[in-house]
């Protein structure tokens, strides 16, 4: 399914780097290599207009600024254009003035263009790479490197951004919790998404909304963007996203700018400090925060907003360990959902930890708490391990949603397309890879696509796929308590007569929702101490997804004939080799 050309397109540019060797750090080369990969890629795109953009430039020059721009953007058939006289073809024509050249073709872009390359603080490397005399022979590589932006689609082009991006990142150690989406877990999470409103947006004219809280370089609202097209090439999905990291933040924006959408809405900051898009509310969302990253830099933001704002504000539910922020990444989406204005649905990657991690009580258990307990899971799909760039770890694909169907009001599903039960020929749910990409080294093929957005559709129960009550998650977590006996074994009474409860002997119990606290407690306490007793003023509400418990499958243990015959297997084996070292 992944075509690698991107890859060889990406070593190309990462080639070009290597006149910076001596001069740069490694760790520096992004800084130069990334701005100009988009300038080449906005100057291939103004290409073929670009002379008729000039002509009109000289008949309206006069204008003001506001009249002037959409004017130009109209002749250049997309929402910006570059009124100098130079590209990168001209620039490459003269050595001796490339800074100021240069300089000149940057200030020829329309203001959101030219804002866009202002996030790389671009100037401050033409100042840099014009002293150490790289500056023309950097944009001359660019000037003859057409055939690697030809005929790129924005899918391709997203690829080889991220691989820059990773080998850049990779150099400046800077590769803890940060990884990109790969395409195709992309394209499943848009399936799942848009599978049950196929009818919907197949209507004449359709708007919706999407929105990614941590949108990196833009590739899950691009995919999005393509598979509506495909669908239905008279709806319109109007993308929003918010960046932290200024050059994927850039590089998504030059993404919206080339494709017709609508670079304003891309904001720049921290989703948690600075929602950009405060009044917002969407249709869909998508997103794959980072794994495991520490919230300690927005810790008092975030606490503040809990504690004075509670369910007013977007954290009201629960606050998880400072050690991995991607229950507020959800929180925070959950506060963009319509609610009663036709609702939403959103889909977002987890590893493990948002499963089962905290006891009840804990923010994490109070945050699945309050998503159940508002019927907002929909499904969960197990995905396999190695599909990431930057980690091996295994993922988890959640679904949640205020605008539940029927049937699944009430209900959760569970796919486990992780396929650890298969060999890998036979593997319905994902290919190795001829060639990893980092620590990836498996990818979901077509048809694995294909068959778990079936699986999900069609939400019956199977070998994969298993559905469940919410409260079958849930349990209340009970406090056990045994009386406090003095030197003589009499137990310790306080002043209304009642035994004091000890603390050592204290313990708890997981009563399933499902089950009658006293049933069970009579059935599984008091056997074994009967002297003990609840303590109903403790007991909490829990809930956790123990995924790998419910797909589980007994395998029998071998005979002991046939460990005994592997053993003696291996004694003869043993016994030749040792006959063959004292020859």
């Not at 009430?410 to 890998?424: F, H, P, R």
């Not at 209304?496 to 009579?522: A, H, M, Q, T, W």
């Amino acid at each position: 399914m992944l075509n690698n050309n991107f890859k060889e397109k990406a070593n190309f540019i990462w080639g070009i780097a290597d006149l910076l060797r001596g001069q740069y750090k490694q760790s520096d080369y992004g800084k130069v290599i990334l701005p100009f990969t988009v300038l080449r890629r906005l100057d291939f795109v103004l290409e073929p207009t670009k002379k008729k953009v000039l002509e009109a430039y000289i008949r309206h020059k006069d204008k003001k600024p506001e009249i002037l721009e959409p004017i130009l953007n109209n002749v250049a058939k997309v929402k910006f254009h570059n009124r100098s006289k130079f590209d990168f073809y001209e620039l490459a024509k003269d050595h001796n003035n490339i800074a100021a050249n240069l300089r000149n073709y940057i200030n020829g872009f329309s203001i959101g263009a030219k804002e866009i390359i202002e996030y790389f603080s671009f100037d401050d490397q033409i100042k840099k790479l014009d002293e150490y005399d790289l500056l023309y022979l950097i944009i001359k590589r660019f000037a003859e490197a057409e055939d690697m932006f030809k005929g790129v689609n924005t899918m391709e082009m997203g690829y080889v951004f991220e691989e820059l991006i990773r080998k850049f990142a990779e150099l400046s150690n800077e590769t803890a919790g940060e990884h990109f989406t790969p395409r195709e877990v992309i394209r499943l999470m848009v399936n799942l998404l848009f599978v049950n409103d196929k009818k919907i947006l197949r209507k004449e004219g359709i708007v919706k909304t999407l929105y990614d809280p941590a949108c990196g370089t833009g590739g899950m609202l691009s995919v999005a963007e393509e598979y509506l097209h495909e669908l239905n090439p008279d709806a319109k999905l109007e993308v929003f996203g918010q960046e932290i990291n200024p050059e994927s933040y850039a590089i998504c924006k030059s993404d919206m700018l080339i494709k017709g959408q609508n670079p304003s809405n891309i904001k720049f900051g921290n989703t948690f400090t600075q929602d950009g898009l405060t009044d917002e509310r969407f249709d869909y969302m998508l997103s794959n925060p980072p794994f495991g990253v520490d919230w300690k830099k927005v810790e008092k933001y975030v606490k503040d907003e809990n504690a004075n704002l509670g369910f007013a504000g977007r954290f009201g539910a629960g606050l998880p360990p400072i050690s991995d922020g991607s229950l507020l990444f959800l929180q925070h989406m959950i506060s963009k959902m319509k609610r009663g204005a036709g609702g939403t649905r959103l889909g977002i990657v987890f590893n493990g930890s948002p499963l089962f991690s905290g006891g009840a009580g804990s923010g994490t258990s109070d945050i699945r708490k309050w998503i159940f307990e508002n019927d907002m899971l929909e499904a969960i799909v197990a995905m396999p391990d190695q599909l990431f760039y930057n980690t091996g770890i295994s993922t988890y694909v959640w679904i949640v949603t205020d605008r539940k169907n029927k049937e699944r009001k009430g209900k959760v599903q569970l796919i486990n397309a992780t396929g650890s039960d298969k060999d890998d020929k036979d593997n319905p749910f994902y290919s190795k890879m001829l060639r990893s990409l980092g620590n990836k080294r498996k990818e979901i093929h077509e048809e694995a696509i294909k068959f778990i957005t079936e699986i999900y559709g069609e939400f019956r129960e199977s070998e994969y796929c298993k559905i469940f009550d919410n409260e079958d998650f849930g349990y209340s977590r009970i406090t056990v308590e045994r009386p406090k006996n003095d030197d003589k074994g009499k137990t310790i009474l306080d002043k209304k007569g009642n035994p004091v409860p000890d603390s050592d002997l204290r313990d708890y119990e997981n009563v399933p929702l499902k089950d009658d606290i006293e049933e069970y407690f009579k059935r599984e306490v008091l056997p074994h101490v009967p002297d003990a007793w609840i303590d109903y003023s403790k007991t909490k509400i829990g809930y956790e997804i123990n995924f790998t418990k419910y797909f589980y499958k007994y395998k029998p243990l071998r005979s002991l004939e046939e460990i005994r015959a592997d053993i003696l297997a291996l004694e003869d084996e043993t016994e030749g080799m040792i006959k063959e070292i004292i020859k």
